[in-house]
């Protein structure tokens, strides 16, 4: 008997700047994604960007306008840096875009970085092994809080779920998505160096565990998912063009 083919749902993820930085945009992108079949719609999260970005929506703001135009996808933050939040406020956040959407909120989380002078322009803390401490602690933290520190808590049990963003060829972020809910490796070469991240992890059979790529319109994502991906996403880049974002919706997942 042929084993049945491997599956991944779909999603879209952009970056809410320039044409995309109107939550009312994102929005309407995400109801237009959701008629055509998608799965999940997910944002970039940052204070600032290279050149020439300029114009930059908060992402949250935006979340909750998304959630409100939507009823079924998935959405979330992919990725939002603890160490430059008071985790406390993003608690807050995180729960009530949970009950908002109905128990739809994914949480990705990463150490971030200072591209466009984020963390710098801001002073927040630039050392990343500093930075992926305040991570871990924030992460502990946010879960106590879920539990039941803040009401309303989250509707999602036990909590909301937490995918931690990796950047090929680190492990150590790895290692600690392995105790969460999902990786999302970053600049990633290819379908092969995702198996061996998917193999270290050694969560493969869990159905609980996401693994989440994204790419471009046009890629065949049949590889990656044949490599163990559970999720694979669309995107565009720092410079998403609205037209082409509702061409590739309206093409379908």
Request: charged letters at 25%.
């Amino acid at each position: 008997m042929t084993a049945p083919a491997q599956t991944a749902k779909r999603g879209v993820f952009v970056a809410p700047f320039g044409e995309l930085s109107d939550p009312r945009v994102l929005a309407a992108l995400a109801t237009r994604a959701e008629d055509r079949g998608w799965d999940g719609f997910f944002l970039w999260d940052h204070m600032a960007y290279e050149p020439p970005v300029r114009a930059l929506a908060d992402p949250w703001v935006a979340l909750a306008a998304i959630a409100c135009a939507t009823e079924r996808v998935i959405i979330g933050p992919l990725v939002t840096p603890p160490p430059r939040r008071r985790i406390h406020k993003l608690a807050r956040e995180t729960a009530s875009l949970d009950v908002l959407s109905g128990g739809r909120t994914v949480f990705g989380a990463g150490i971030g970085g200072d591209k466009g002078g984020e963390l710098s322009r801001f002073g927040e803390e630039l050392d990343a092994r500093a930075r992926g401490r305040m991570l871990d602690e924030g992460l502990d933290q946010l879960v106590a809080y879920w539990s039941g520190e803040f009401e309303p808590r989250p509707l999602q049990r036990p909590r909301i779920p937490v995918w931690l963003a990796a950047r090929w060829p680190n492990r150590k972020p790895v290692r600690r998505a392995a105790r969460w809910d999902g990786l999302f490796p970053i600049d990633l070469p290819g379908p092969d160096e995702l198996a061996i991240l998917v193999e270290e992890i050694g969560r493969a059979d869990d159905d609980a565990f996401d693994v989440i790529v994204t790419n471009r319109p046009g890629v065949d994502p049949a590889p990656w998912v044949a490599a163990g991906a559970t999720w694979c996403l669309t995107g565009w880049g720092p410079d998403p063009r609205r037209a082409e974002v509702e061409a590739a919706i309206d093409a379908g997942p």
